[in-house]
């Protein structure tokens, strides 16, 4: 009897707690909304990245959704962040600047060799651009697929495997990106570029600071531009 009794306060304090914690949750999302915009316009627009889709693809985009939860507060401060498996997200002014190279936009098909959490993918794909994104580390592959359809971004076509070679079978593309540093510009890449193609990417030694470098291609030739010292975490080989 006892028992029955306490049974509709126990409910009712239930409710309570799902009602207040629904409210706390609905806050903390809204202000992360409003860290966002302030890292958009403090870290990206002003540091000089200017194309419109870019920067509405950067507010977007929400950032904390990609990182651990535990991370989740540090989302829009201006450093890379730990994403597991020993690998990080980008700057986010790193991200802006690479995205807004590559031109990204509707009609625009677009290949990332180092998908880690999805974010850069998901920014891309926030252009209107057609995605297409590989991860070598099949756990990180799995996790960021599902976050991406998760988000919305389930249009962008992911796959675990080495980014060295590409993705021949929907080759060439309008431009790529690479998020992980290597030696050397691998060579199946610049095949499956289009002509007049883009290619961004860190080259350099994996241990020091690179040099993100702007790679297009011109039928057979081949130009090359420096852009600035970066720091990626290295370019892996499958075994
Ligand atoms: N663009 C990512 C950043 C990831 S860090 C983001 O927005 O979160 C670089 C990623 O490149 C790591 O996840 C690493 O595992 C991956 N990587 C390194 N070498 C690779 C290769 N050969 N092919 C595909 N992915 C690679």
Redesign the pocket.
């Known amino acids: 009897m006892r028992s029955l009794s306490v049974l509709p306060y126990m409910v009712f304090v239930l409710l309570l707690w799902i009602a207040l914690l629904s409210v706390c949750s609905t806050r903390a999302e809204s202000n992360r909304a409003t860290e966002r915009m302030a890292m958009v316009t403090e870290q990206i627009v002003a540091r000089g990245v200017k194309d419109p889709a870019t920067v509405a693809a950067m507010r977007a985009v929400p950032r904390h959704r ?1 990182v651990p939860r535990i991370q989740a507060a540090s989302a829009y401060a201006d450093r890379p962040l730990p ?1 597991g ?1 020993g ?4 700057q986010p002014f790193i ?1 802006a600047y690479m995205t807004e190279i590559v031109r990204p936009g509707p009609g625009r098909k677009i290949l ?9 993918a998901a920014v891309l794909a926030a252009t209107g651009a057609e995605v297409y994104s ?4 099949p756990e ?1 592959a799995t996790a960021a697929a599902a976050r991406l359809r998760e988000l919305g971004y389930g249009a962008v076509q992911t796959r675990a495997a ?3 070679y590409g993705w021949a079978e929907q080759a060439p593309f309008d431009a790529i990106i690479v ?2 540093a290597s030696e050397f510009v691998p060579p199946p890449l610049i095949e499956q570029l289009k002509d007049a193609g883009l290619m961004i990417l860190p080259v350099g030694s994996p241990f020091f600071v690179q040099t993100l470098m702007l790679v297009q291609k011109h039928g057979e030739a081949i130009t090359s531009a420096n852009l600035m010292p970066v720091r ?6 499958a075994e």
Do not use: C, K, M, N
């Open positions: 990609f994403i498996h690998q990080t997200i980008s991200v990332e060799i180092g998908t880690g959490s999805g974010y850069q590989i991860e070598i580390i990180l080495d980014g060295y998020t992980a990626f975490v290295p370019f892996r080989r």
